[in-house]
């Protein structure tokens, strides 16, 4: 009972705490809300990104914005890491040009696979090295996949991505 009657005596104090502090913070920016929401409203609220975090902003038919650099041609992106990839059409895309995936630790959980315009069929024997790397293979088109990665990079999940630009149509 004590405990109760300390507890209302102390609610108009702390309201009248309250009141003062969000009318002094008015005019700041809002706080992070991005894991405070459903995946549709985290890609629409996600604008701060901390500066190691890769976030891809913008495609075309040749390339791709990440973290405000512009990049030609293929891109193959590793947790946080970016680098040129040399496949510049879907047939050019085999265990050799992934081989890199064979060293890299820890183990990315999924490899996003970005065909391009359209989703194209997986290779029998690609698909059987990406699965024999431990990563589960997830084919998509190229728009869909740099927004499958930012999600879940952002999720702080270990993933991978190999996007050919999104003018690639075979």
Do not use: H
């Not at 913008?58 to 496949?87: I, Q």
């Not at 879907?90 to 890199?100: D, N």
């Not at 183990?107 to 997986?122: A, T, V, W």
Request: glycine letters at 6%; aromatic letters at 8%; proline letters at 6%.
């Amino acid at each position: 009972m004590a405990v109760r009657q300390r507890a209302v005596a102390t609610l108009p104090t702390l309201m009248r705490a309250l009141r003062k502090e969000t009318t002094s913070k008015q005019n700041q920016p809002l706080p992070s809300l991005r894991r405070a929401f459903s995946l549709y409203d985290q890609i629409n609220l996600i604008d701060n990104v901390p500066e190691d975090q890769l976030r891809f902003q913008e495609f075309d038919d040749t390339g791709f914005k990440v973290n405000g650099v512009r990049y030609e041609g293929s891109l193959l992106c590793v947790g946080n890491l970016l680098m040129s990839w040399a496949p510049k059409k879907f047939s050019e895309i085999t265990a050799e040009s992934l081989s890199i995936f064979q060293t890299v630790r820890p183990i990315p959980e999924i490899m996003i696979l970005g065909c391009g315009r359209n989703i194209q069929p997986i290779d029998p024997q690609l698909r059987s090295f990406i699965r024999s790397t431990g990563m589960k293979l997830e084919a998509v088109d190229s728009r869909n996949a740099a927004s499958t990665y930012n999600v879940l990079n952002e999720e702080g999940r270990i993933v991978a991505a190999a996007l050919l630009p999104y003018g690639v149509t075979s």
